[in-house]
């Protein structure tokens, strides 16, 4: 059987996208059938329409959702029909060199469903991060399916399966960030102020969140900043060090990804402080740094894909946390809108006006 649904195409490089109808098939071994419920808008599916991460067009955009599971195919036991579920890029294979290590975080070997959905002429489509959640229902792998708590918003929960599960891990679980230290975030979007979330849950003294928007730097304080820093007038360095008795940041998250902004992260660290890359680049841009500098400084220089999360593990456990009242994914959700609102919602994010515009259907 074939679903008829109602999603949101990239046709093609740089062109508005479009609301089609796209025929979704059954799932077939290992994969699942989910009737998605909501899904963010996350500034990867503009690189994608922007052809910044691949040439594969036409995109079913939409990778950040929850709904619930209506068909699972043969072999598949995690999930059953009926289940609430957040979406995840990482289905790790259990098997790769990083899975045997017991570091399934790294996998090397993510799956995605095997058969394609595709427009009503057959065109076969390229699912965002392998998952193509602006959709009425999508096909994925079932290990892309985490189970989690049904009582969560699904607007709000959702949100886990990148940009926020991204800052709140680069903190937490990349950048070690605990009780007591001092964080620096820089680039307070969505992934910044989950970043900054995610010090609070864990318990840090000090959080100071730079960026260039005022606004965005009076959001920062309703997620844990202590402080804050406005770049566009004073110097992000000096401001973190002056902040932290004149030695740096334990923590020092880059939110950007901008050559500018690693150097800021770089040296607004303490001498044995971490520097933690979350903001992704451009293919374009390049680093330089003094090696001496890089040496005689010390500590650490990370990358974290999407925040080092292990989805079984850390989605219900932050879920867990939202529910408590202990971390508000709610308050990252600054409006809810439509299938046929994402071109819109793409420009507002590019202006800054909303850290997540989530689509409920």
């Known amino acids: ?6 999603a949101v195409v990239a046709l093609k490089k740089g062109a508005p996208v479009s609301v089609e109808t796209v025929l979704v098939p059954d799932p077939g071994p290992g ?3 989910v009737q998605v419920q909501a899904c963010g808008v996350c500034h ?10 691949g040439d594969d067009f036409p995109y079913l955009l939409g990778h950040e959702a929850a709904g619930v599971v209506e068909a699972v195919g043969e072999g598949v036991t995690d999930v059953a029909p009926g289940d609430f579920v957040v979406l995840n890029w990482r289905a790790v294979c259990g098997k790769c060199r990083a899975c045997r290590k017991g570091k399934p975080w790294y996998c090397f070997a993510t799956h995605n469903a095997a058969q394609p959905m595709t427009l009503t002429g057959g065109t076969p489509l390229s699912p965002a991060l392998g998952i193509g959640a602006f959709a009425e229902k999508s096909l994925v792998a079932a290990g892309q399916c985490t189970k989690v708590d049904p009582t969560a918003s699904a607007a709000a929960a959702g949100l886990l ?4 599960m991204a800052g709140f891990g680069a903190a937490v679980h990349t950048g070690g960030a605990g009780r007591g230290d001092s964080v620096a975030v820089i680039g307070c979007g969505g992934v910044g102020m989950a970043a900054i979330a995610g010090a609070k849950v864990a318990g840090a003294g000090r959080i100071i969140a730079v960026d260039v ?8 304080e309703k997620f844990g900043a202590t402080d804050t820093v406005d770049s566009s007038k004073t110097d992000a360095v000096e401001a973190v060090r002056s902040l932290t008795g004149g030695f740096g940041a334990d923590v020092v998250v880059d939110a950007v990804g901008r050559p500018e902004t690693y150097k800021q992260a770089f040296y607004a660290r303490d001498l044995a402080g971490t520097a933690v890359l979350v903001g992704v680049p451009t293919p374009e841009l390049t680093v330089e740094l003094p090696l001496l500098d890089v040496f005689g400084r010390g500590g650490a220089l990370k990358s ?36 046929d609102e994402v071109e819109a919602a793409f420009a507002k994010m590019h202006r800054g006006e909303v850290l997540r515009s989530v689509v409920v259907l």
Do not use: N
């Open 213 to 220: 928007d005022a606004r965005k730097l009076k959001w920062a």
């Open 304 to 339: 974290s894909w999407y925040g080092d999360c292990l989805p079984s593990r850390d989605f219900p456990a932050l879920i867990d946390l939202y529910l408590q009242g202990r971390f508000d994914l709610q308050e990252f959700v600054t409006e809810t809108i439509a299938l």
């Open 31 to 33: 994969e699942a059938l």
């Open 161 to 164: 399966g990148c940009g926020v």
């Open 44 to 53: 990867t599916d503009l690189h994608y329409r922007e052809g910044g991460i």
């Open 1 to 6: 059987m074939t679903h008829e649904v109602r």
